[in-house]
């Protein structure tokens, strides 16, 4: 399991299934940035999630109202 398989290393910081980095770094945005700069130079391939270019921090306190799939009405209300 631990073999090398001749692949580069990828690295993320955050993903849809866990809470974005920033916010797990205690808020701060230089953290952030050093955090990104320290992946960034790192060998390999870095993918970033949506918002993490910015700095941005989850969010954890939207009201139901505002949260809205923007495709629902477009499909009826079906996915696919």
Request: cysteine-free; overall charge negative; glycine content about 12%.
């Amino acid at each position: 399991a631990m073999r090398p398989v001749g692949a580069p290393a990828t690295w993320v910081l955050s993903n849809h299934d866990v809470v974005r980095h920033r916010t797990r770094l205690g808020g701060g945005l230089d953290r952030a940035r050093a955090a990104a700069l320290l992946m960034l130079a790192l060998p390999g391939s870095a993918y970033l999630y949506q918002g993490e270019e910015l700095g941005l921090p989850e969010v954890t306190d939207l009201p139901d109202d505002v949260r809205q799939d923007p495709s629902f009405f477009r499909a009826n209300g079906q996915d696919g």
